[in-house]
């Protein structure tokens, strides 16, 4: 409803200041307010230096007998802008009067920003807050689930790996029977056994040849006799 009624004094605004236009460009300046620009410079230069005073920049027409002076501004920091002098006469008979003078801006001038009530502003700072806070929890659950990410994905390589090793080795009893190792255990044992042996047969191979030798020399004694 507000929204409403402020688009509709603006329209209001916008129709008044264009019938006033209007009635203006109806109007025809009158020429003895249009000779008066030294009055006009000289009202301006009350309020600022007379250097600061450009060449003329036109006029615009408010009523029969009152417009409106325009000259260039010269100061450092205001480009585009005009100084203004409004003039008046009561009649063709009366004297020129100035009725003010002022700084403008003109068409394309350097102009500060629509002024924004304190309660607007602070409810777009507040807007902007509250997105900004949002913006950062939504960056750190990201980053909180790509840690999650990569700590699942390490576990899951450190569980490989280790199936694997355990692969390798299933089906092989270190302590047990059959097996890799405990083939190898077995052929040790034999390759020991043989080893034994080995060294056992010289043994009684002396033995039987000393038993043969001792026969031989009782029968060479006996012959002998």
Not at 71 to 98: K, T
Not at 106 to 119: E, H, I, L
Not at 161 to 167: A, E, K
């Amino acid at each position: 409803m507000e929204n409403a009624e402020a688009v509709e004094n603006v329209d209001a605004a916008e129709s008044a200041e264009a019938e006033q236009a209007a009635q203006a460009a109806e109007t025809v300046a009158d020429p003895v307010l249009l000779a008066a620009r030294d009055q006009a410079r000289a009202a301006l230069a009350e309020i600022t230096d007379p250097a600061s005073i450009g060449a003329d920049a036109g006029h615009e027409v408010q009523e029969e007998h009152v417009l409106t002076l325009f000259f260039e501004c010269r100061l450092p920091g205001y480009p585009g802008w005009r100084w203004a002098a409004a003039v008046a006469r009561v009649d063709e008979e009366s004297p020129v009067n100035v009725l003010e003078v002022e700084l403008l801006p003109g068409p394309g001038s350097v102009v500060a920003p629509d002024w924004v009530p304190w309660s607007v502003r602070l409810a777009q700072y507040r807007e902007a807050q509250a997105r900004q806070a949002a913006e950062e929890a939504a960056d750190a659950e990201a980053a909180a689930a790509e840690l999650a990410d990569e700590d699942d994905s390490e576990d899951d390589l450190m569980e490989n790996d280790f199936s694997d090793y355990d692969d390798e080795l299933d089906g092989v009893d270190l302590e047990g029977e059959g097996g890799e190792f405990a083939d190898d255990d077995a052929d040790d044992e034999d390759d020991a056994s043989d080893e034994d042996e080995d060294l056992d047969e010289p043994d009684e191979l002396d033995l039987t040849e000393d038993v043969e030798g001792e026969e031989n020399d009782d029968d060479t004694d006996d012959e002998e006799e």
